[in-house]
Structure formats: C-alpha cells, structure tokens
C-alpha cells in the first residue's frame, strides 16, 4: 500500500522556522519525483517546491525561493522542507505528493503530474 505521511507542521510566530518531512513507503521511492504543495483557505491548491529522487534537482516557486529548502533522503524515503522566515501568508494545509519522474521541469506544478497524496499538515504563522 502506497502511503505519504507528513508530520512537522504547527503554529509559529512570523520569521520562525519549520521542518516538514513527508516519509514514504510502498513504492521505489529513488525513482519518483516528490512535490509539496499548500492551500490556504479560500485559495486553490499550489505548488511550493520540489525535487527529484532520483539526480536531486529541485524547484521552487518563487513566493518560497530563498527560504524554504526541499531536501531527500532516500535511505529514509523522506523528503524535508525546511522553511525558514516564515510568513502570514506561508498558512496553509501543506501537502506532499509523488510522481513519475517529470518529462518537463515546467509541469512540477501540475497535481495531475502526481500520483499520490498525504493527509496534509497545517502550517500556520502569526503576525
């Protein structure tokens, strides 16, 4: 059974650091590519960083680029984001997702690129 778990999120105070981690099993977690993506209430899901298992090339969108750092370990088949200098509006439901590895780096954004889903946690960051 393929499962992505993701643990780290919490309430913190704008301009402190959090570390998600999104642990994997059931699936050759090497050869996938795991995304993280956020949704705010009101607002569609987005798609925050992400990052090859297999040669480790990461993407970010640029509202996290700077501050949060999309990271792999592969013999724990967990991928981290660190976010650091939080924001109000880095609140959301935080969500980590697998996939294929990608045909084009443009399409890391596209939940239809994914395969499987966690829970999600829920980051939220006070003024």
């Known amino acids: 059974e393929v499962q992505l778990v993701e643990s780290g999120g919490g309430l913190v105070q704008a301009g402190e650091s959090l570390r998600l981690s999104c642990v994997a099993s059931?699936?050759?977690?090497?050869?996938?590519?795991i995304g993280w993506f956020r949704q705010a209430p009101g607002k569609e899901r987005e798609g925050v960083s992400c990052?090859?298992?297999?040669?480790?090339?990461?993407y970010y969108t640029d509202s996290v680029r700077d501050r949060f750092t999309i990271s792999s370990d592969n013999a724990k088949n967990t991928v981290y984001l660190q976010m650091n200098s939080l924001k109000p509006e880095d609140t959301a439901v935080y969500y980590c997702a697998a996939g294929p590895p990608l045909g084009l780096a443009s399409i890391w954004t596209y939940e239809s690129e994914y395969d499987y889903w966690g829970q999600g946690t829920q980051v939220t960051v006070s003024s």
């Open positions: 990052i090859s298992s297999r040669d480790g090339t990461t």
């Open positions: 059931g699936f050759t977690f090497d050869d996938y590519t």
